[in-house]
């Protein structure tokens, strides 16, 4: 019996019309969806966005990727993931895996697709790409994100803020993802460095409680996280403040 095929589908940001159309035919069409969830009975975002291309027919499985650090629970559960896919793929049958944004950029698809590689190395894998959220906010905000020659980073914030002040110094275009928690910690860089008023930001774009702000220092009150899925784009017109 022939493998059946996986279709990795990046579904977008979260505007549900913002799905490529081959990523809406194959989740309309499969019988067979695995979804992405940080715990178990959480709600799926990614799932949130496709809800309406599925049909009553379509069998939903639940994959679990806990959002730690903990390197070992990480392959733990790609591995647990990756043996439910290939499970199903030795049945000769499609699936459809759906992630948030484009499944090769800062996506847990990547590490699901290297276990599922050592697990079933004859495995047929077709990715559909998606839009990534800092392309929709720059859309929203008609922010250009490359010009000329310009130099484009991209930073996933992390705990160590070093690297969001050495993107801004190194000059261009700057793209901050997963901003989150570390958001205060962001604002004093950006007015450390004196690109506060080059930058916006957006929270949950694409979705219903979508937030933009142009003039960041409104951010600084109250000081409350704005989310996991934020982003902020920052133009480096000059050099920053050494």
Not at 162 to 187: E, F, N, P, Y
Not at 212 to 229: F, H, R, S, V, W
């Amino acid at each position: 019996m022939s493998l059946g095929v996986l279709y990795g589908i990046g579904v977008g940001p979260g505007d549900p019309e913002l799905i490529s159309v081959k990523g809406a035919k194959l989740i309309s069409n499969t019988k067979q969806l695995f979804v992405p969830i940080a715990r178990v009975k959480a709600k799926s975002v990614a799932f949130d966005i496709v809800k309406n291309y599925v049909t009553g027919e379509t069998k939903i499985s639940e994959l679990v990727f806990p959002m730690v650090t903990d390197k070992a629970e990480l392959e733990k559960s790609w591995n647990e993931s990756a043996t439910k896919i290939a499970s199903h793929l030795k049945t000769g049958e499609n699936a459809c895996f759906i992630t948030l944004g484009d499944p090769f950029l800062y996506s847990t698809y990547i590490y699901l697709l290297r276990a599922l590689e050592k697990i079933l190395p004859t495995a047929k894998i077709v990715t559909i790409p998606g839009i990534t959220a800092f392309s929709l906010v720059a859309a929203l905000t008609s922010f250009p994100i490359g010009e000329g020659k310009e130099k484009v980073t991209i930073v996933p914030t992390s705990d160590d803020l070093k690297a969001v002040s050495d993107a801004i110094k190194s000059g261009g275009t700057v793209v901050l993802m997963k901003v989150g928690k570390r958001l205060q910690g962001i604002l004093d860089i950006l007015d450390e460095l004196d690109v506060i008023d080059d930058a916006i930001f957006v929270a949950n774009a694409g979705m219903p409680d979508q937030q933009i702000e142009t003039d960041l220092k409104k951010l600084y009150a109250p000081k409350k996280e704005m989310g996991y899925l934020s982003t902020i784009l920052i133009k480096v017109e000059r050099e920053a403040k050494l």
